[in-house]
């Protein structure tokens, strides 16, 4: 039997989107690992099924982009554990794609608004409420060091992390002293599967996978902040390849 100092979130309930594959399943496996109890969120249910076997996780299909599906979470978590809110949300599904902004397509950066800006935004909204009513809680939002440094061919991707950070940055003023907490995380180019759809042929300079962070170095960066005593905030984690 493992110590309290091995599972930390025994007792616990996360809540990780984009949980199916890359940072957002390492997320979710490292918080499981740590005590907690695991809801794993993503669109396709094939994939995030064997992750939340593989975890030891519930996988809770949902489409992030709807707005509807995004409501009836609060409904369908009841079935995986009896509090209406998790004690941990984190917000780690994503779209990555690059594309000069006169080459870039309105879909296109529609989508990685709707996926990297307005979903978080939708499970905050929806999950908030009960946090605040209960006085705990931790939102963990993945952001990227394009949030914070502009790159080319990353108009779309940019916007909608720029905007993220915006956003914690109003929820972080409107929690404070609520005893619910939220961290930024803002990883400089990490490897998973969303790289594999690039053309480094057509984008000169792109790191290579050996120089880029690990899933699992965001996924203990994510522990790390919500394993801090309630005293503590840590409003904002910036993350660079050594």
């Known amino acids: ?136 809680g931790h939102i963990v939002s993945i952001g990227s060091v394009a949030g914070r440094q502009a790159f080319p061919g990353n108009g779309a991707y940019s916007a909608s992390k720029f905007g993220l950070r915006g956003l914690h940055a109003v929820l972080e003023l409107e929690v404070r002293g609520t005893g619910v907490r939220c961290t930024l995380i803002e990883p400089a180019a990490t490897d998973t599967p969303l790289w594999d759809a690039i053309d480094r042929s057509a984008h000169r300079g792109l790191p290579l996978p050996g120089q880029m962070l690990a899933a699992d170095d965001v996924a203990d960066a994510v522990l790390y902040a919500v394993t801090r005593s309630p005293r503590t905030s840590i409003r904002t984690i910036s993350m660079e390849r050594a």
């Open 1 to 136: 039997m493992g110590s309290s100092a091995d599972t930390p979130l025994a007792g616990r309930t996360a809540l990780v989107t984009g949980a199916s594959r890359g940072i957002g399943r390492a997320i979710a496996a490292r918080l499981a690992t740590a005590g907690a109890h695991v809801a794993l969120v993503a669109r396709g249910s094939a994939r995030l099924t064997e992750a939340a076997a593989e975890i030891g996780g519930a996988a809770v299909p949902c489409d992030l982009a709807d707005e509807a599906a995004v409501e009836a979470l609060t409904g369908r978590l009841r079935a995986v554990w009896p509090a209406v809110a998790p004690d941990i949300v984190v917000n780690a599904a994503g779209a990555f794609a690059l594309a000069p902004i006169a080459e870039t397509e309105p879909a296109d950066f529609d989508r990685h608004l709707g996926l990297n800006l307005r979903a978080p935004f939708l499970v905050i909204r929806v999950l908030l409420p009960a946090m605040l009513e209960r006085g705990s």
